[in-house]
């Protein structure tokens, strides 16, 4: 791999002085780039000049500049004086959150249509300030995503890491232009979130983990989670909480057992009861409350392995009579019938309903609801859901499940059989090898998962979100073609981790940090 690099470095040195550039040093690379003779130097004052549109994002690039380089930057009135500028211009690709970010000696300029588009030419912009020392080499670019949902999921039921750590996430989320945060909230080991209308969820459903069941209950006020959302929203990332129904209920159920439709020997309590009418009221309340918190206006309300803990609905009487009136053959019918119900509480408060693709079988508005495709040996489970015409994401567990181990060596963390996912695996997804392009307009886009069983620490967190998070947003992007150019510029950001304190895995010398084991 050394070797590799140091012939891509050679190669650039030799060529440079005939009029060929290397690429810039920004991940995901931009679609377009051409870069011209001299640099702008980083002075001690600048000036930012902004469109009225993009006052909020030259707030944020004034703070950004601050923090990395203790620079201030001052606003000013005058486009032509101004070391930056924030403007709004028509872009060549019509793409949502395409940008144009052209480098001169005198000046900067980030042009888009709207301010999704300003701030993914902020986000280059950043990184280019942040790995240099002291001027930046002028770059013209012309950018654009290929996905428009390029996401990250973090677990916090089965391990609680705290709001700095899903700050610092979100972060590196904007740094590497990914904005949907997926927040999986609920599951059987803790419930994570306030619920004022009952509180014993977050009291007695928040209390211990998947390590340690009796530890002190831990969990986010609403306060909390509207300051992580507009921490969010300052970074053009949407925030979509899950709150996992009808299985992976235990917490909950341990919280107000009255609505527990019980579970099997190995995952007890595990499932709402489907045939509780107060069970849906119980639920819509809650979603209520989550609906408020959340202006993303999408709530995703899992539905997947339901079949690991519904042995007791065999026995229910009230789920016997619940089937014959409704005409429902088996369990699998049950669990499609109370999602369908909860799909249209949902809907009455205007939100999109997402859900994992064990879900593909039902019959909803395809212009409301999204499917999660995750189950990597279940291409049929996709090829169904791109058939009922639902818009989907696509998350394979194999490689966009972060929390399988990274390297052959790596001992502690999660495997399919042999199967895990290293850096270059994650980088060279392509959806084109896996969707038909007929189905193109469909695929909404990719997220990467992290789930929290085999992470105690936040330093774990970082161990297997660093640097995959970087190969997952070029992937996301569309300019995943050149692993080894993509490792050049990679070498260049893990100075930066190691200046934020990220634990990271170093694909380069896997000395330098060594496997933590929780």
Known sequence: MKKTLLLVALFTICFAGIGFASNPPIIPLPQSHSMAKGSFKIKDQLTIYFDDSFANDAYYLQKQIFDIKGITASFGSDKNSADIILEQKSQKNKQEGAYTLAISESKISISSENDLGIFNGIASLLQLITIAESEIDCWTIEDYPLHGWRGFMLDESRHFFGKEKVKQILDYMAFYKLNRFHWHLTDDPGWRIEIKKYPHLAYTGGIGNMTYPNDPPQYYTQEEVKEIVRYAAERKIEVIPEIDMPGHARAANRAYPEYSGGGSKSHPEFTFDPANEDTYQYLTDILKEINVLFPSEMIHLGGDEVHFGNEQWKHNDKIKELMEKEGMKDLAEVEKYFMVRMADSLYAMNNTFLAWDEMAEISL??????????????????????EKNYPVILCPRIPFYIDFVQDEDHTTGRRWGKEY?????????NTKNLVDSKYDSQVLGLQANLWAETIQTKQRVDYLTFPRISAFAEAAWGQNNDYDDYLNRLESHLPIYRNDNVFFFNPFDHSENPEPKK
């Open 365 to 386: 508005p395809t212009d409301k609801t999204i499917m999660f495709w995750w189950r990597h040996d279940r291409k049929d489970q996709l090829q169904k859901a791109l």
């Open 421 to 429: 996912s290293p850096l270059e695996l994650v980088y060279e997804f």
